[in-house]
Structure formats: structure tokens, C-alpha cells
């Protein structure tokens, strides 16, 4: 065989740059235009900053055949958003549909290993029908490869999902093992199993919409956010990325500092935001939107037992996470999606060193025989197993009611709140006043007879409010470090994690500790 010329073999690695650049198949990426979706370099140039992007393993192939396409149906490589690296990988649904295949499951590998060393983010667009089925146990294999190096990577790097398609099996379960996952509506489906073979195996119809859609999984928690483009998921996971540290080694980059440092015209509105009776509702995020730099909150979870609201927010220019109950939801009480969504977003404020803010108004746990059945007492432990695990500066303001074990776990100083503050308008105490006096005075107001009973409940009711359940009996057990007035709130804040800056705390000698049941 002659030997080739240099321009002859710069030739031939144009014309390979060239085919790999939209390997799958022309009835495939017709199929994909049609759908409106776009080509995956396409997809994570809109994610990175501009031209920043460093393609690995371009020209990779299953093994098997040489004609098999370049890429294996992924596309990977590093980055950076807003100026910090990142590695990225997104799937080719027009190469085997995305399926995890030996090349695909190499790559994916190779730059996980590649962020573990660095200590930067990896972000997954996610477009795949799971493991390859013609591969059999080798995609098996690679999935476990890949599921291997999310436990190293948890807690250490970011690890973030974007799902742009309809995923299945693999292509679902590790997402959910990352720290966030975020859905573009209308577009993306995520399921173990899809319709067919359910129908198949169970006999049971359903829809590709009402069984995986974003919407319906934003609702039981396997989807953090629902994007209405995938612009829009692109735009939201750049900024959540920007309330992260790239890695646990890392403190979140602080962003503005220094903004309003005087009280201001809507922190004043505070001081009539909570409504003059105990059973209004209002919504929670008029008061958070009041409390953090430039009023800006990035809710996570948003679809997911709205009762309680988490997501990410700067305290003059710090990230800090958010814990807040939802009056306009079941009233902010805690039931066991609240218990699990607040959990999970505590602990991942604590992997990342960001402090905590409560937000306190909840009537307490739930009642009801369903909660019980379906395990609330264990399910329910774990928010307190979290606060009393996280060992960040945790700040809590009591704004209206904190009743129970509700108190206990939101952020109490009991459970390993740092500072704790509380409004005027607080109540603090083991349950409302009509439970309390119903159950400790029934029978004083049984023997009042029909007319003076009511009257003498009506009575009791309100000397509980106004004598027990109170900031002031808190305040001078040293539960609550100060009751402020509410416009006060965003700079006794501010205050109060500068001093908590170089907290310590030290952990005894174990190799982990065990959440509740
Ligand atoms: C550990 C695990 O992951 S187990 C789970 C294994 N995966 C599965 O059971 C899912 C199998 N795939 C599916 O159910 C469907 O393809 C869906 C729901 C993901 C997508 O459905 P549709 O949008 O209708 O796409 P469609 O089924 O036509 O697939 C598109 C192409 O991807 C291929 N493909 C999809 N999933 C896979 C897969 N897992 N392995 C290999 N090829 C796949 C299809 O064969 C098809 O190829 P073609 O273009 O040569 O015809």
C-alpha cells in the first residue's frame, strides 16, 4: 500500500469530521426536523457559553461493523457556562434512537471520570430509548458503569438532567439519580416501561401523555422543573447552575453583593403582608420574593406537593436555599411529599455548603387516614433527620403559625437552627387554638349547657391565641433569638449568615449515618 500525503490525510479526516457531524440516518433526521427537535450539537451550543464547546470522542463507533455511524447516539464533550466549565453529554436519538450502546456507555464514562477529576459540573440532555436491546448485556453493563460514577459524583459535583424526549428504562433512572431533572413540556415523556408494553403485560391502556408526560412527572417529583422550550430548559438550568458551587471543594459564586443595604419600599410591605385572620391564605411567594437580593427566587419542584415551597435565592450576593410553607396549599401543612421534597432539598443544600433560609407558617403534620397508611411517620421523620443532619448555617423566620412537629422540623433551633427569628404575628405552640381547647377544656364547656358553651369556647379560644400561642413564650425560652418587625427581615438576614460565614460544626468519628425507615 503507497503511503498517503499529508493533504490526502487531512482530506480523509475532514471527510470522517464531515460524516460525524449528523451520523444518524436521512429517514431518522427527517423524522427529528419533522418533530420540531433539534440536532444534539445544536442542542448543547444553546446550553454553553458561546463557541466554548470542546467535542470528546467525535469519532467513536460500537464495534461490530465499520459502517456502524460515528458517535454511537451521544455527543460529548466540555464547556462553560457563564465563564465555568462544564461537562455535557447529549443523546442522538437519530443513532440507534440514543440507545446506551459499548461506545455510547465508553463515552459517557470517559467525561464523567473526566468531571470527577476536574470537579465540574455534568450536564445530560437526555433524547433515548434506554439501554441498546440489540446489544443486549453490554448496554446493561455500561448503564451500571454509568449509575457507578453518579455515587462518587453525588454530593460532590452537580449533576443535572434535561429530559428533551421520550426516555425509557436507563435513560430515566439515571436521570433521577442526578441532583435536578428538568422537562420541556409538551416534548419530553419519561417512563420505565412505555404503553406498549404495559399493555402488554398488564393489559392496561394508556396514553403516552398521561402515563410519562413532564407535567404529570413534575406532579409525583421525578421532574424538578417543567420547561416550556427547550430554550427555556436550557436558560433555567444555566441559572440554577449559577446558585451551585462547580464542586462540594467550592463555595457558590457570589453574585452582586452589596444591593440595598437600607431598608426599602417592599420591605415595608412586609409589614402588612400576613392577614389580620389565622385561616386567610396568602401565597408564600409574595412574602420570599421580598426577602432575597433583587427579589429573585428560583423555585425547584414547583408541581410537587406545593405545600412546601424549596429553591434557590441570594442573600446580599450569597446562594442560599429556600424551605418555605405554602398557605395556599393545604393550608402549609407537611404531608409526606412535603416531608421527602424538603428533605431531599436540604440535603443537597448541605452537599453544596448553602446555607438555609425557613420560612415558617404550617399548622403542623397532616391528619388523615390515607397519610398514615401510606407511611407518614417514617416519611414524615426524615425532614427532622435532615435539619439536624445539615450542617450548614440554618436561619428560620416564623411568620405565622408553627404548630407541632411542624415546629420542630422547620428549622427549629431545638433541631439545629442557628439563629432563629420570628414575626409579631407568630404563633408558636403544639397545636391551633380550637384543638387545643377542645381538648383540654371540652368538658368546662359541655357543663356551660348550649348557650354559654359556645361562648365560653369563643372566650378560650382567643385568651390561647392571644396569652399561649405566641412568639414572646418562645422568645423567652430562647427558642426565638428576637421578634422583629417583618420589614426587617431581609437585612437581620443578611446579618445573620454573615456572622454564621465560618461556621464549624464537628461530626463524630462514622462512616455514615442512617435516615429514618
Ligand atoms: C435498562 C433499560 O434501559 S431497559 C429499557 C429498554 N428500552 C425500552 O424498553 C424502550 C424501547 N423503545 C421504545 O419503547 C420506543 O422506541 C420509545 C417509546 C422510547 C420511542 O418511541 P418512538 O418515538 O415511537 O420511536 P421508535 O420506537 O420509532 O424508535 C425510534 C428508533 O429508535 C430505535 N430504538 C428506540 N429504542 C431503542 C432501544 N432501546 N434500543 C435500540 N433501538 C432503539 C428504534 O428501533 C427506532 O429505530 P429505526 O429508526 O431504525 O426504526
Known amino acids: 500500500m503507497t503511503a498517503r500525503t499529508t493533504a490526502e490525510k487531512l482530506a480523509e479526516l475532514r471527510v470522517k469530521t464531515e460524516q460525524a457531524r449528523d451520523p444518524g440516518s436521512e429517514r431518522a433526521r427527517a423524522r427529528r426536523d419533522a418533530a420540531g427537535h433539534t440536532p444534539p450539537r445544536e442542542r448543547i451550543a444553546e446550553l454553553l457559553d458561546a463557541g466554548s464547546f470542546v467535542e470528546m470522542g467525535q469519532l467513536a463507533k460500537a464495534p461490530g461493523s465499520p459502517d456502524n455511524p460515528f458517535g454511537d447516539g451521544v455527543v460529548t464533550g466540555r464547556g462553560t457556562i ?41 450536564v445530560g440532555i437526555n433524547d433515548s430509548g434506554g439501554a441498546r436491546v440489540q446489544d443486549a448485556v453490554t448496554s446493561l453493563a455500561y448503564y451500571s458503569e454509568i449509575s457507578k460514577r453518579q455515587y462518587p459524583a453525588s454530593g460532590y459535583i452537580p449533576q443535572i438532567s434535561i429530559m428533551l424526549g421520550k426516555c425509557a428504562g436507563g435513560a430515566v433512572y439515571a436521570p433521577v439519580t442526578t441532583d435536578f431533572v428538568v422537562a420541556v413540556k409538551d416534548q419530553a415523556y419519561m417512563f420505565v416501561t412505555g404503553p406498549d408494553v404495559i399493555k402488554q403485560v398488564t393489559g392496561e391502556d394508556i396514553s403516552m401523555e398521561d402515563l410519562g408526560s413532564a407535567l404529570q412527572q413534575a406532579k409525583n417529583g421525578n421532574v424538578n422543573h417543567v420547561a416550556v422550550s427547550e430554550h427555556d430548559a436550557f436558560m433555567y438550568v444555566r441559572n440554577l447552575l449559577s446558585y451551585l458551587p462547580s464542586s462540594a471543594a467550592e463555595k457558590a459564586p457570589r453574585i452582586n453583593p452589596g444591593l440595598e443595604p437600607a431598608p426599602t419600599g417592599s420591605d415595608l410591605e412586609l409589614d402588612s403582608i400576613i392577614p389580620d385572620s389565622d385561616n386567610a391564605a396568602y401565597d408564600m411567594h ?122 420542630a422540623v422547620m428549622g427549629s433551633k431545638n433541631l439545629g437552627g442557628d439563629l432563629n427569628f420570628a414575626w409579631p404575628t407568630a404563633r408558636i405552640a403544639v397545636m391551633g387554638a380550637e384543638g387545643a381547647v377542645d381538648l383540654l377544656q371540652r368538658r368546662q364547656i359541655e357543663e356551660a349547657g348550649p348557650e354559654e358553651g359556645p361562648k365560653l369556647r369563643k372566650q378560650l379560644i382567643d385568651m390561647y391565641n392571644e396569652f399561649i400561642a405566641t412568639p414572646y413564650s418562645a422568645a423567652e425560652r430562647g427558642y426565638i433569638d428576637a421578634v422583629i418587625e417583618p420589614s426587617q427581615t431581609r437585612l437581620v438576614l443578611r446579618g445573620a449568615l454573615a456572622q454564621l460565614r465560618d461556621k464549624v460544626r464537628n461530626e463524630p468519628p462514622r462512616k455514615h449515618p442512617i435516615a429514618p425507615l
Do not use: W
Not at 462544564?86 to 464514562?109: I, L, P, R, W
Not at 438555609?356 to 421523620?381: F, N, S
Open 82 to 122: 457563564d465563564g465555568r466549565p462544564v461537562v455535557v453529554y447529549a443523546h442522538d436519538n437519530t443513532v440507534f434512537g440514543g440507545s446506551v450502546g459499548e461506545g455510547f456507555g465508553k463515552k459517557v464514562c470517559a467525561i464523567m471520570d473526566f468531571a470527577l477529576k476536574v470537579g465540574c459540573p455534568i
Open 286 to 407: 409574595d412574602v420570599l420574593i421580598r426577602m432575597f437580593d433583587d427579589g429573585e427566587f428560583i423555585e425547584t419542584s414547583g408541581q410537587f406537593a406545593p405545600n412546601i415551597i424549596t429553591g434557590f435565592a441570594r442573600v446580599d450576593g450569597e446562594s442560599v436555599g429556600v424551605v418555605a410553607n405554602q398557605p395556599l396549599h393545604l393550608s402549609g401543612s407537611l404531608d409526606i411529599d412535603a416531608s421527602e421534597k424538603a428533605t431531599r432539598f436540604m440535603l443537597l443544600c448541605d452537599a453544596y455548603s448553602i446555607p438555609i433560609v425557613y420560612v415558617v407558617d404550617t399548622p403542623g403534620y397532616l391528619p388523615g387516614v390515607q397519610q398514615e397508611k401510606l407511611g407518614i411517620i417514617h416519611r414524615g421523620a426524615k425532614m427532622g433527620y435532615a435539619v439536624a443532619a445539615s450542617s450548614v448555617p440554618k436561619v428560620t423566620f416564623v411568620v405565622r403559625k408553627a404548630y407541632g412537629g411542624a415546629y
